[in-house]
């Protein structure tokens, strides 16, 4: 097993930044992949980013390139989202996921983080 714990969200002004933080527990060392997933009120929950543990290459939602960066602290065991540009649309619940390298699949997840970007 796997337990994440998020932490970062809140209110955000458009135009402003934030700093997303997920720390994982447990089955760590069997880490695969992590990522970040949003739902936004109304719609569902869509793919923002990951990072795959061993290497860092990353990978983003095409709607997220280019003001949305993913990283990782190994020593640490966390992955960062930052997301700059914030818009009204950005907010959501941000959840962190992970998946296994004996455990394909996004099976682990945590609590998620409100951000809200007011009009």
């Known amino acids: 097993q796997v337990q994440l714990v998020e932490s970062g969200g809140g209110l955000v002004q458009a135009g402003g930044s934030l700093r997303l933080s997920c720390t994982a527990s447990?089955?760590?060392?069997?880490?695969?992949?992590m990522g970040w997933f949003r739902q936004a009120p109304g719609k569902e929950r869509e793919f923002v980013a990951s990072?795959?543990?061993?290497?860092?290459?990353?990978n983003y939602a095409d709607s997220m390139e280019g003001r949305t960066t993913i990283s990782r602290d190994t020593t640490k065991i966390t992955v960062y989202l930052q997301i700059d540009s914030l818009k009204p649309e950005d907010t959501a619940v941000y959840s962190c996921?992970?998946?296994?390298?004996?455990?394909?699949?996004?099976?682990?997840w945590g609590q998620g983080t409100q951000v809200t970007v007011p009009s």
């Open positions: 996921a992970a998946e296994l390298f004996d455990d394909r699949g996004w099976g682990y």
């Open positions: 447990g089955r760590t060392l069997g880490l695969y992949k």
């Open positions: 990072v795959k543990w061993n290497g860092g290459s990353t």
